[in-house]
């Protein structure tokens, strides 16, 4: 069976300071990757997705970058956080098609 | 471009009575829907989709939705509330984007089950 891995479960960072958020997926091949945020628990943001390696789409400007480096691992990155960059990050994957996209267990991340 | 409205932001319900999660859609071509709940602090979980079929669609822990094309709707429900049911729930409709299938969700409905 397909499980997705996020880490760290809870980060608390200083403003100004870098970011590697880690997301991988084991049991599967070739899957579409997505990067979400979720600010006060409430709306779902799409940051990035992948379709594969090296292809990275971005939704919204912004102070982060995404990368895939392996099939099966997309990584979520800042050079400078900001106070705003605060949030829930959620990872996920799913096969090509319409298919159910399943979510990893988040990331909490707070900038202080 | 698809889009989800979600009317309601908290809906409350007394245990053991049935409950409604209202969800609308919009998307050019046939819709793909999808119910995801999520507990305090963690990820989303899947709970029912919508591809083709029977409009009555049955998911996890005894939810269901109905998909009705007229009224471009897929509300969930139960029949009988459980407090293990208060959680927030999303819906979502699936498009193609630049080559990709993408999920839009709606901001979210907030369920307490009240015992």
Redesign the interface.
């Given at each position: 069976s397909q499980t997705i891995h996020q880490w760290p479960a809870t980060l608390v960072q200083p403003v100004g300071s870098p970011l590697s958020l880690e997301c991988t997926v084991e049991g599967t091949s070739n899957p579409n990757l997505y990067w979400y945020r979720q600010a006060a628990g409430r709306g779902l943001q799409l940051l990035f997705y992948s379709v594969g390696i090296g292809q990275i789409s971005s939704e919204v400007p912004q102070n982060l970058s995404a990368s895939r480096p392996q099939d099966r691992q997309f990584i979520l990155s800042s050079k400078k956080l900001l106070l705003s960059d605060s949030g829930f990050y959620l990872c996920a994957w799913r096969k090509e098609g319409p298919v159910t996209q399943y979510f990893g267990p988040g990331t909490r991340l707070l900038v202080l | 471009a698809q889009s989800v409205a979600q009317p309601e932001d908290q809906v409350n319900v007394a245990e053991g009575n049935p409950l409604t999660v209202k969800c609308t859609y919009s998307v050019s071509g046939n819709p793909?829907l999808?119910w995801?709940v999520q507990y305090?602090?963690?990820?989303?979980?899947?709970l029912l989709?919508y591809?083709t079929g029977d409009n009555l669609v049955k998911g996890s822990y005894g939810f269901e939705a109905e998909f009705n094309k007229s009224q471009t709707s897929f509300h969930l429900k139960k029949p009988s509330a459980l407090v293990s049911d208060s959680a927030?729930y999303?819906c979502a409709v699936?498009g193609r984007r630049?080559?990709?299938?993408?999920?839009t969700?709606?901001?979210?409905t907030k369920l307490s089950v009240i015992p």
């Open positions: - | 793909y999808f995801y305090p602090n963690r990820g989303l979980q899947f989709k591809i927030l999303f699936e630049a080559g990709s299938y993408q999920l969700f709606g901001k979210g």
